[in-house]
């Protein structure tokens, strides 16, 4: 068997004409339908639907060969050797594939309607009983209300799209046409108002997410706008200085309670801010607007919204607080004791006492659980302005004196006595 490179590519069966299937139509109308005018267009839609059969069992591993119709598998390699055993035609995948190209060869799921139109059309005697054949195949290719967007009326019949459903609608009718065909007519219309509805709701849906995107993208963009946080704004830690000043005067025997307040309330509301932020890394996102909370797992992609229009992302809230020493790091029960005590506190001395367990209270903290000392060092820097060691350094360096408030002086040498003995045990391990 000799070679010859692409002899022959497959030639496939042209489309019909809308003007010759309308006179068909027409004719019936009048009724008077010819067998001639029937058979000359079964003819050549049993052609068209044999080549749209034979293309898509080709672009599934079956060409077929255009010489003697054997079937030739290929493994679809752009340069595979297509050979038949039947014949001597040769050529490549390729060159076969380059030939359905531009041919309207769609035929979807329509596999099982064509194959019956190509077995059945010669079983029918009479002229209308294969034009209704006619009429179905025509139309099953029009009207697939259960497949929306799976139209390929164009795989028959010349023209665009649009076109030749319009075709397919206004095609004549009489009332002397073919009374099935009359009948099938109210069915084929029921399957098209069907793909109709299911595509206007398709296209609905569409337009509904489109303006959901729009919105979202617009509240964004009002949040930019507004200067919106990502995330409710933490408030910073307390200055040394003001702390330094409040037992300075304390040592002095000057109680001012304005000042000391002030330091409460800033503790307070860092201590809210630190609660705020600990809750969040555990799904309860606050909203930096209103009072609300949102559920959302910061390590998600997807945009955290608020119902009062606020959006931002786990992203945006994590990059937001990192490096702001904003961790809890298991101070939680002695946090949530000041912000329960505090605000009940009468007097300056209670207050003052309760000021100085709290910022003291990470040395207790690193004495009870000295395998976490480095987080419990960053407890007081959290609440104070400052690296870990220079708040460390700052509260061994308060000032505390005879007239300082009662029990400061005590507590502070408890604190003391315990950091020495950490300090020695930290020597003993390093
Ligand atoms: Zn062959
Ligand atoms: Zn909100």
């Known amino acids: 068997m000799s070679l010859h490179p692409d002899l022959t590519a497959p030639e496939w069966a042209q489309r019909l004409r809308q003007t010759d299937i309308r ?122 209300g259960d497949h929306p967007g799976e139209v390929f009326a164009t795989s028959l019949l010349e023209g665009k799209e649009e076109d ?51 919105e979202m993208i617009r509240r964004r963009a009002d949040a930019v706008k507004a200067d919106g946080p990502p995330a409710p704004v933490p408030t910073p830690r307390v200055p040394q200085k003001v702390i330094a000043r409040l037992y300075y005067l ?64 786990g992203f945006a809230i994590r990059e937001f607080y990192k490096g702001r020493r904003l961790t809890a790091g298991g101070m939680e029960p002695y946090y949530e004791e000041f912000l329960s005590s505090f605000p009940h506190a009468c007097g300056y001395r209670a207050k003052m006492v309760l000021v100085d367990q709290l910022i003291h209270r990470f040395h207790d903290f690193m ?10 060092r960053a407890g007081a820097a959290n609440l104070i302005e400052g690296k870990a060691w220079e708040v460390n350094d700052f509260l061994d360096g308060l000032t505390y004196d005879d007239n300082s408030t009662a029990g400061l002086a005590a507590v502070r040498q408890v604190w003391r006595n315990r950091l020495g003995r950490d300090r020695q045990e930290d020597g003993n391990v390093g």
């Not at 040769?90 to 077995?119: C, D, I, M």
């Not at 209103?290 to 959302?296: D, I, Q, R, T």
């Open 367 to 376: 004495a009870q659980r000295e395998d976490v000392m480095t987080r419990s």
């Open 23 to 144: 006179k068909l139509y027409e004719q019936d109308a009048s009724g008077r339908v010819e067998d001639a005018a029937v058979n000359a267009i079964g003819t050549r839609l049993l052609a068209r639907c044999g080549s749209l059969l034979a293309a898509d069992a080709a672009v599934r591993g079956k060409a077929e060969c255009p010489q003697c119709g054997c079937v030739i598998k290929h493994d679809s390699r752009g340069d595979e050797q297509l050979v038949c055993s039947g014949c001597s035609w040769a050529g490549t995948w390729g060159a076969y594939r380059q030939s359905l190209k531009g041919q309207n060869l769609r035929l979807g799921n329509l596999r099982p309607v064509v194959e019956h139109f190509v077995g059945h059309f010669a079983h029918f005697r009479t002229a209308r009983e294969r034009l209704i054949q006619i009429d179905f195949l025509l139309h099953q290719f029009q009207s697939r």
């Open 250 to 313: 304390d040592a002095k025997g000057i109680y001012d309670e304005d000042l000391l307040d002030e330091v409460g309330c800033h503790l307070l509301a860092r201590i809210e801010s630190i609660m705020v932020v600990t809750r969040t890394t555990h799904g309860q996102v606050k909203c930096p607007l209103c009072p609300k909370v949102v559920e959302a797992n910061l390590l998600s992609e997807g945009p955290i919204a608020c119902d009062c229009g606020w959006v931002s992302t």
């Open 164 to 214: 030749v459903e319009q075709f397919l609608e206004t095609l004549e009718y009489g009332e002397r046409s073919t009374s099935e065909l009359v009948r099938m007519r109210a069915h084929y219309r029921e399957g098209l108002s069907q793909r109709e509805t299911v595509r206007k709701k398709e296209k609905e849906k569409a337009r509904q997410i489109r303006r959901d995107q729009k």
